[in-house]
């Protein structure tokens, strides 16, 4: 008998599927668990601005074990705010993500909010 259902946790797994890296060293981590060492501030994109669009852009994050994003794509992202929140999101750097006081690389989602400014 099979188990039903699917596992808990991240919505719209792509499967075991990815770029053919093994994946074994690669640790799934909440954001939470990851210090941010500097975030870049997205630009507003100006096509959105003159909408009035608001809205985030759910982001997954690779960093290698210096903390430095080496991939990062947009998960849940309308298109007005993509280019914007990758151009800031490569910008991002973190502490290492350490595990048992060794540095390793992680994946991680994060979510970027574009809200109009009065």
Same mark, same amino acid.
């Given at each position: 008998?099979?188990?039903?259902?699917?596992?808990?946790?991240?919505?719209?797994?792509?499967?075991?599927?990815?770029?053919?890296?093994?994946?074994?060293?690669?640790?799934?981590?909440?954001?939470?668990?990851?210090?941010?060492?500097?975030?870049?501030?997205?630009?507003?994109?100006?096509?959105?601005?003159?909408?009035?669009?608001?809205?985030?852009?759910? +982001?997954?994050?690779?960093?290698?074990? %210096?903390?430095? #994003?080496?991939? @990062?794509?947009?998960?849940?992202? /309308? $298109?007005? =705010? *993509?280019?914007?929140? +990758?151009?800031?999101?490569?910008?991002? %750097?973190?502490? #290492?993500?350490? @595990?048992?006081?060794?540095?390793? /690389? $992680?994946? =991680? *989602?994060?979510?970027?909010?574009?809200?109009?400014?009065?």
């Amino acid at each position: 008998g099979d188990p039903e259902g699917q596992p808990e946790g991240e919505p719209g797994g792509e499967g075991s599927g990815g770029d053919g890296g093994g994946g074994s060293g690669l640790r799934s981590v909440h954001w939470t668990e990851v210090k941010v060492k500097r975030q870049a501030q997205p630009v507003y994109p100006p096509s959105a601005q003159a909408m009035h669009i608001e809205g985030s852009c759910t +982001l997954r994050f690779i960093i290698d074990e %210096r903390g430095v #994003p080496t991939s @990062v794509t947009p998960t849940v992202c /309308p $298109a007005p =705010f *993509q280019e914007s929140a +990758l151009a800031a999101a490569a910008q991002w %750097r973190f502490y #290492p993500m350490k @595990v048992n006081g060794v540095a390793q /690389p $992680a994946t =991680f *989602q994060l979510v970027l909010r574009f809200r109009l400014s009065e």
